[in-house]
């Protein structure tokens, strides 16, 4: 066990060190959000906001069917594109890490599926609707290969699309957190198992999920709150056909709603901090990060 | 008094959190002597070696270099340099800039200080290595930068934490004997830290035996490994074997001990004089030991002392001496080490039955009261090989 | 053990591969299309067919009436990506050290963060434009937006600060102090220069979050948009290949900054090996 540094000049030092970040996160994250919680309670009038306390935008909220609708539909996507990121990421990590035999090509390859995230995601999502669009460049490649002699509709402008438009923006989310877990586990043991008769897909289950459980946590975490808090793929994917909890807020902002979207927005953070809140129940994702290692 | 390495700790504890690492200790290192803390892992050796470089604080108890104390001062004002487990030699730096660290610390210019390392690099055959990074050097060659590193601040004590246990066996041979010459040449204190015992007799003239935070015995190499003090010193320097028993007679200024098996020791027994029916233990050196076949049957040797009769458990062979371990009925495993020639002469087998007799004179009491501080004798080295060097490889 | 091919590599080998290649033309296959269509004829529209092939689209860019007004937004966006690249580094480096001691409030600081990071952009953003609101400050892309922008990328740069301090020696830094340096010293002499490739990372990561980012800034931008939302304003208003030129030349661009960095890199590797070969020649 390795003891504490002696800690007799520094007791100071880690506060001076952590205040800019508390201040910023304070000033442009505490304040926001209490600022929306405080705004859900205000009263409307048309356009104006009434600073006063009630409780009618809650039950609004709540007495709408149109919210537990979006909720679902929302909280839907959110376990579909997080399913599939999960395979995805846990798949393209494990060969990169465990196939590749050298760190060049680790590094080549890994950057290959970073640099797409360069480019603006509004961009990317775009790029999905000329590419699968009833004369797109998927439907024309699958009409030419003779796998089918009409266009899909169904590629674009349904759920499908964007299921893939979240897949395709939020991988690489999924990847990082994933790759950087499993790197970090020692060959060594992976060989004790193998030595010891493990089948590969033994070695999996026992070994390299539970080493990288803390990559799945954070990378779920990123996924689910991304998805949840997404307003715009949905809108333009779906063609206007669907929507989720944030484009409706993002509407009723564009007309000055505030109070009912704030809501709104608080009633969302709740159900995403509680999904979030399962995930670190099941790994401490902070004493795994904080780097004490267990023996 | 004020370059002086002369080291006192003065009932020196540490406690981390629950655990008492280091538990009330004393203990003088005169200035330049070679000093080992020799003991397990977790005996609190390393920690008293990091408080007195200063990168712990005791919990209670001081610590002085020089005559002055050092608690609160930083490691550089201490006068001591630390060279580190596996070395810590700066990843991105060049060998040369690794050794120049402490001056470029300090604020001496580029070129002074370049020169001044490549100095210290051409004493340990380094200096041609001086631009090449740490991770293109062999374990060798990184701890002779690491051992320039500490040794460019001048520092009137050494503290070196396990040198040798990152190197292979044939390495770590050759680089005892350079540690002991630069301690010799440089005439500073060097505190260095191991477990391994005979790396420790080999080195040191004061051996500190340390387990769970407390001195066991602190003496020269030879009063170590030939008068311990203590069963636990005895078992761990691992050149004696131990037994116990109760007084029963006591004339001729020898003591006479039966065990529970009904086996007779006897000892000499010096100023010391243990009281009659005081059970005591004592040990007996594992080459001092005659073994041999049984002949004749085993009530022969109802009244005999300082004989034990058993079967041969393990041979083991290691070029100037046999070791034979013995299983005793009723008892730990008896070693005794055979000189080649006697064992050619008269080879044993395991499963053999065996009878293992020794001297009177050669048996130790191990009456606890050990030198807790040490003056530090320094025995002459003739003194010190006597018995002892013939083990060592 | 499993049955190898005649080059050592299992059958799973072919199957991952075959996967992961799938995944990276899934990635890339979309920008396909749009790179095409950005060379599309003056006529023609989103989708296909094309008709006919130029450089119209490209020029259109520039031209700030119809398309929007590029050159600026795209200028904004680069720079508020610097400022927030650098406040990212110092302050997460800062926050990075502090979490190695423990201290009071440090799991309240974390989950904090990680609430910023998981709370929805939009939201964030709101509750920014209120508080620019209630304070009657003009909501403006270097401020309210840069805020909105580093509840983002810090708690980013926090937890790759995390993962790179876990595998730090402090070896090396007691060895810095045995040696006489102060902690300043050793900070910027030992621990920073170690630690520097996680530092790029971090570096490289606040400055892509802020360059593409886009729900935090939306409603606190204030007058001038920074070009994600120069092209959201676009998509939703007046649609042209345009857009489709300007993916193509962000992308290209993308890869143009790899590609330096890489070389650079190479190169730097290449002069070390050829300064350390002298040296030993010598």
């Known amino acids: 066990m390795r003891p504490q540094r002696a800690t007799s000049t520094f007791t100071r030092t880690p506060y001076l060190l952590v205040a800019p970040l508390t201040v910023v996160l304070m000033v442009f994250f505490g304040i926001p959000l209490a600022l929306v919680v405080v705004v859900s309670f205000f009263d409307l009038d048309k356009f104006d906001i009434i600073p006063t306390f009630v409780l009618t935008n809650y039950s609004e909220l709540f007495g709408s069917s149109l919210t537990y609708t979006l909720y679902a539909k929302t909280i839907t996507y959110a376990l579909i594109v997080w399913a599939i990121t999960l395979v995805i990421g846990f798949t393209v990590s494990y060969f990169l890490v465990f196939h590749v035999r050298s760190v060049l090509w680790q590094m080549a390859l890994f950057l290959l599926c970073t640099v797409p995230f360069w480019t603006s995601n509004v961009i990317r999502m775009i790029s999905w609707i000329p590419f699968l669009g009833r004369h797109g460049l998927f439907n024309q490649s699958l009409i030419a290969l003779g796998v089918t002699d009409h266009p899909l509709e169904f590629l674009l402008f349904s759920n499908f699309s964007v299921v893939i438009a979240y897949v395709h923006l939020f991988s690489l989310f999924m990847i990082v957190p994933i790759f950087n877990s499993m790197a970090r586990i020692d060959r060594a043991v992976i060989e004790a198992a193998v030595d010891g008769g493990a089948s590969r897909a033994r070695v999996i289950t026992d070994i390299v999920i539970p080493l990288s459980k803390t990559g799945i946590a954070l990378g779920s975490i990123f996924v689910i709150a991304l998805v949840m808090g997404d307003f715009f793929v949905v809108k333009v994917m779906s063609g206007g056909q669907s929507s989720s909890v944030v484009a409706a807020m993002s509407n009723e902002i564009a007309i000055l709603q505030y109070p009912p979207a704030a809501a709104n927005a608080v009633c969302l953070l709740i159900i995403v901090m509680l999904m979030v809140a399962a995930i670190i129940r099941l790994v401490d994702v902070r004493r795994e990060l904080s780097g004490e290692r267990q023996a | 008094m004020a370059h002086s390495g002369h080291i006192e700790l003065r009932s020196v504890t540490k406690r981390f959190d629950q655990t008492l690492a280091v538990d009330d200790i004393s203990l003088t290192i005169p200035h330049g002597s070679y000093c080992c803390l020799l003991g397990p892992s977790g005996c609190g050796k390393t920690t008293i070696l990091r408080m007195i470089a200063g990168h712990e604080a005791p919990t209670a108890g001081d610590i002085r270099i020089g005559g002055e104390s050092v608690i609160g001062l930083p490691p550089v004002r201490r006068g001591t340099a630390m060279m580190f487990q596996n070395y810590a030699l700066f990843p991105h730096l060049t060998v040369l800039d690794n050794v120049a660290f402490n001056l470029k610390a300090r604020g001496v210019g580029k070129a002074e200080r370049h020169q001044r390392a490549r100095e210290v690099l051409a004493q340990v055959q380094l200096d041609q290595f001086a631009e090449r990074m740490p991770a293109q050097l062999s374990g060798g060659q990184q701890q002779r930068v690491a051992l320039s590193r500490a040794l460019i601040t001048k520092p009137r004590v050494l503290l070196l934490d396990e040198p040798l246990s990152a190197l292979d066996e044939f390495l770590r041979l050759q680089m005892r004997g350079e540690l002991r010459r630069i301690q010799r040449e440089l005439g500073i204190t060097f505190v260095h830290v191991t477990h391994t015992q005979l790396e420790a007799i080999a080195v040191a003239d004061v051996v500190v035996v340390m387990e769970e935070g407390r001195i066991e015995q602190a003496a020269s190499a030879h009063e170590i490994y030939t008068l311990p003090a203590t069963a636990y010193v005895a078992r761990f320097m691992g050149g004696q074997n131990v037994l116990a028993g109760t007084v029963i007679a006591l004339n001729d200024g020898a003591a006479t001990l039966v065990d529970g098996t009904g086996a007779r020791f006897a000892a000499p027994a010096t100023s010391t004089a243990p009281a009659k029916g005081q059970e005591i233990a004592c040990c007996i050196r594992r080459d001092r030991i005659k073994v041999e076949k049984l002949r004749g049957p085993l009530s022969s040797l109802a009244e005999a002392t300082n004989v034990l009769a058993g079967t041969v458990h393990a041979i083991e062979y290691q070029g100037s001496y046999v070791k034979v371990t013995i299983d005793v009925p009723g008892r730990e495993q008896f070693v005794g080490n055979l000189p080649d020639h006697a064992f050619l002469t008269a080879p044993l087998d395991i499963g053999d039955a065996v009878v293992a007799r020794w001297a009177t004179e050669d048996v130790h009491l191990l009456t606890g009261d050990s030198t807790k501080t040490t003056t530090g004798v320094r025995l002459p080295l003739e003194a010190q090989k006597d018995g002892v060097s013939q083990h060592l490889i | ?282």
């Open chain 3, 1 to 282: 053990m499993t049955a190898r091919s005649s080059n050592g590599r299992p059958w799973t080998f072919y199957a991952l591969a075959a996967f992961f290649t799938l995944f990276v033309l899934f990635l890339y296959g979309p920008m396909s299309a749009i790179f095409i269509l950005s060379f599309q004829g003056p006529t023609g529209g989103l989708t296909f067919p094309m008709n006919g092939v130029s450089l119209h689209w490209f020029k259109a860019l520039v031209v700030q009436q119809r398309s929007g007004d590029f050159v600026g937004s795209f200028s904004r966006s680069i720079v508020l990506a610097i400022i927030v690249l650098a406040i990212t580094v110092v302050v997460s480096i800062m926050a990075g050290l502090a979490f190695r001691y423990r201290f009071r409030g440090a799991t309240a600081v974390f989950y904090m963060a990680i609430a910023s990071l998981i709370m929805p952009g939009l939201l964030l953003g709101l509750g920014v434009g209120l508080m620019f609101q209630f304070a009657h400050v003009s909501p403006a892309w270097f401020s309210s937006a840069l805020g909105a922008q580093l509840t983002w990328t810090l708690p980013f740069g926090l937890l790759i600060m995390f993962a790179v301090f876990s595998r730090f020696n402090r070896a090396y830094e007691e060895a810095a102090r045995d040696l006489g340096a102060s902690p300043w010293q050793t900070l910027w002499l030992v621990v920073l220069p170690i630690l520097l490739p996680g530092i790029i990372g971090v570096a490289l990561f606040g400055f892509t979050l802020s360059y593409d980012e886009f729900p935090r800034t939306l409603i606190p931008i204030g007058s001038r948009n920074t070009l994600p939302l120069e092209i959201w304003a676009m998509t939703t208003d007046v649609t042209s290949p345009a857009l489709y030129a300007l993916g193509t030349l962000t992308t290209a661009v993308s890869f143009v900054v790899i590609a330096v960095a890489l070389t650079s890199i190479a190169v730097i590797q290449r002069r070390r090996a050829r300064r350390q070969r002298r040296a030993r020649e010598a």
